[in-house]
């Protein structure tokens, strides 16, 4: 049900660019006003997000380990899966932004028909995840010259790299496949195990189709000849919208396609902080993962709690000193002794007040 309703989510927002934007020729709505409400509802909508993120506390030092931590010098140490200091946390978070490292880890438990429980290596998950993250990573760098007046350097670079294959004098960017297989991909997953699709919902399969029709318009433009887009309009709608004067175009000039696409991406910005795709930030401030595994060296300390007065042992005992006494309890100081040292403090405190 919730693949159905995500369908049909996305075949009305490309129905509406359609109607609207191709049709009816409003263009302005999809290249001026739409972009815009996008854009600051996606920043106000992740500083929201990151702010609530930053008001919860933190009582424990929760980071998660796969590993050994540092103890006793004859047990091994993993420094990875354990860092003690910051370069070392900020490098097991740089393997998994970027290579998902405890992706890569996954393991699938299956049991056996003796009753044995067994562990397999599940790497399909990391490949999909990989195809999928990678290039829509590179599709976005590639897409910065549409944003820019000169092309960057590095810009152009990778899209010599990224568009190696070149079919009847056209050039096929590989990042853009991956994107889309990957996406598809996880798709399938989802729709194929029955595990997996149990447990998905709406918001499991809006992102996904919405990503996948991203792909499928922006691949429609640049590979379907009818309905190439002129660049040159394109950048004009882009840089306009960056430096605050914005292009309407005439009502043609951009292709269906483009419209859609647009719509797609501006869809995705306003759904972005309400969703599952907001872990691309969430990452960064998850406690099981910007903590060092330092627990036995170094206490956590919850900035939350609130201050305590501590009745020490000592003030204990001269609260019940004479009780104790009394029933043949242990204590520290008899009562004579406690009461020389208060007659001893008497004593400074009147000769300090003379």
Known sequence: MGFITACVIVLVIALFAVVVG???GLTGLFTV??????FTLFVVGVIYRIANWGKSPVPFNIATTCGQAKSLDFIKWNPVECPRSRPALYFRMFLEVVFFRSLFRNSKAEL?????????????LWIFAILFHWGMFFTLIRHFRFFTAKVPA???LLDKIDGV????LHHYYITGFMFLAGAGLLLLRRLLLPKVRYISLLNDYFPLLLLIAIALTG????YLVPTRTDVTSVREVM??????QPVVPEPGTLSIFFLMHLTF????LIYFPWGKLMHAVGVFMSPTRNQCTNSREVRHVNPWNPVVEFHSYMDYEDQFRDRMVKFGLPVEKTLEEAEAEKEAERKALEDSLA
Request: glycine share 6%; aromatic share 12%.
């Open 239 to 244: 840089v306009g919208l960056l430096t605050f």
């Open 219 to 222: 691949m429609a433009m640049r």
């Open 165 to 168: 294959i070149l079919i009847d």
């Open 265 to 268: 991406v501006c869809t995705l």
């Open 112 to 124: 056996e028909k003796d009753g044995n429980l067994t562990f397999q290596w599940e790497k399909w």
């Open 33 to 38: 006003v739409l972009p815009y409400l996008a």
């Open 22 to 24: 191709g049709l009816m």
């Open 154 to 156: 590095l810009v152009t």
